[in-house]
């Protein structure tokens, strides 16, 4: 009998705890999204990869750097790559130019957080690229070092050539 008791308020035990584990891990949810969307300067669904936001966020601010793949110096393309790397595992190629063929195009209109966004910022070549985020923003590796903008600003309107889901 005293161990059919034991075992009850074992079982009363480990069910309360794990009720308030499912509470909090709503709250963490919750305050996740809200500080990364500060961070960010995004609004977040709190569908978005948590993981890919909190290692945008994490690179956000770091300095421009030609050739640069670290948080300490990084350009365009080596923000990107090392982004994916970090998250996903996935090897693109180094240049923003070769990046498009790491990539399935999709229209700008069905962008989903991750996907990648091309430029063409000086000539007729892609010279620029960038990882969508939410909101119509997306963060990349720009002379100020790492920001977020909003594709509807004039330049990045004109400047922008396509989109893609990395394959």
């Known amino acids: 009998m005293k161990a059919q008791k034991s075992i009850l308020y074992l079982s009363i035990v480990l069910f309360s705890i794990s009720l308030a584990s499912c509470g909090s891990q709503k709250q963490s949810n919750k305050d996740f999204y809200s500080y990364h969307s500060k961070k960010l300067g995004v609004n977040l ?34 923000f990107v790559s090392s982004v994916y790397r970090e998250v996903y595992g996935k090897k693109l190629h180094r240049t923003s130019r070769d990046m498009i063929k790491d990539v399935r195009k999709i229209s700008k209109k069905n962008l989903d957080t991750g996907d990648l966004i091309f430029f063409k910022t000086s000539g007729r070549k892609i010279s620029h690229v960038g990882i969508y985020i939410a909101d119509n923003k997306f963060i990349h590796a720009a002379s100020k070092g790492v920001v977020v903008n909003d594709l509807d600003q004039t330049y990045n309107k004109k400047a922008y050539y396509k989109s893609g889901k990395v394959k």
């Open 45 to 78: 669904s709190g569908k978005e990869d948590k993981k890919l936001i909190k290692v945008m966020s994490e690179w956000k601010g770091s300095r421009y750097k030609y050739g640069g793949t670290t948080k300490s110096g990084t350009d365009c393309s080596g």
